[in-house]
């Protein structure tokens, strides 16, 4: 029974302090990115990653392109119905990968897996939010700079993902809306000091020290 106490009290406190993450996938390898997702997501936290079609592949896109033809003649030959399920979009390919690194047909891996969320570039509602970078998994501190490079979205044009072009242009307006913030940002902080170095504003500070003292 002691046991039992502490293993619930174990998940109470597990459950409280479940947090998100919002990891930014742009230019980190893919293989280390996602290591460092499914630890993420054994230890209890939810994991949200953005544009997963700029994850990095330390491989020449041919070689890759290659592998992945050779898996698309992979299926059952009972009934096709049941698999294996071959992606064409970034996102889902490299949610593959992170299921790949989780017990996801036991228990706890289940729930670990159902907390993943893998997105095409950033939606609306994780504009905002705060972006975390994983510096282990970048590749300008990992990959050697004169190794063959492609990316994950790449690599699934070339095999026939057609949103590419839509969704560079929800990126492009993504970057206008960020780009007229700061530039909001900034105006009111110029605001703000036009406003303390004013002579009515020094003039009624000293009135207002004067007082005090």
């Not at 009972?78 to 979009?89: A, Q």
């Not at 905002?128 to 994950?152: F, G, M, N, Q």
């Not at 790449?154 to 560079?168: A, F, H, P, Q, T």
């Not at 492009?172 to 105006?187: A, M």
Request: glycine share 6%; charged share 35%; net charge positive.
């Amino acid at each position: 029974n002691q046991n039992l106490a502490q293993g619930l009290l174990h998940w109470t406190v597990r459950e409280e302090t479940e947090r998100q993450i919002v990891i930014d996938a742009k230019d980190h390898v893919v293989g280390r990115l996602a290591a460092y997702v499914a630890k993420e997501l054994c230890e209890g936290n939810n994991v949200v990653v953005l544009r997963a079609e700029g994850a990095i592949f330390s491989s020449p896109i041919e070689r890759l392109v290659k592998i992945y033809k050779n898996k698309l003649r992979k299926r059952c030959l009972v009934n096709p119905k049941k698999g294996p399920f071959h992606y064409k979009e970034p996102s889902k390919c490299l949610r593959r990968v992170i299921r790949g690194m989780l017990n996801y047909k036991g228990k706890l891996g289940n729930k670990s897996y159902a907390r993943l969320t893998v997105c095409d570039g950033i939606p609306l509602e994780f504009e905002k939010s705060e972006k975390y970078e994983c510096v282990h998994a970048l590749a300008k501190t990992r990959l050697d700079p004169a190794l063959a490079k492609c990316t994950l979205g790449d690599v699934c044009r070339k095999m026939g993902w057609n949103n590419s072009e839509i969704l560079d242009k929800f990126e492009q307006q993504r970057k206008e809306r960020e780009n007229e913030e700061v530039k909001r940002i900034e105006q009111i902080h110029k605001k703000r000091e036009e406003l303390i170095n004013s002579s009515s504003f020094q003039k009624e500070l000293n009135d207002i020290v004067s007082n005090i003292e």
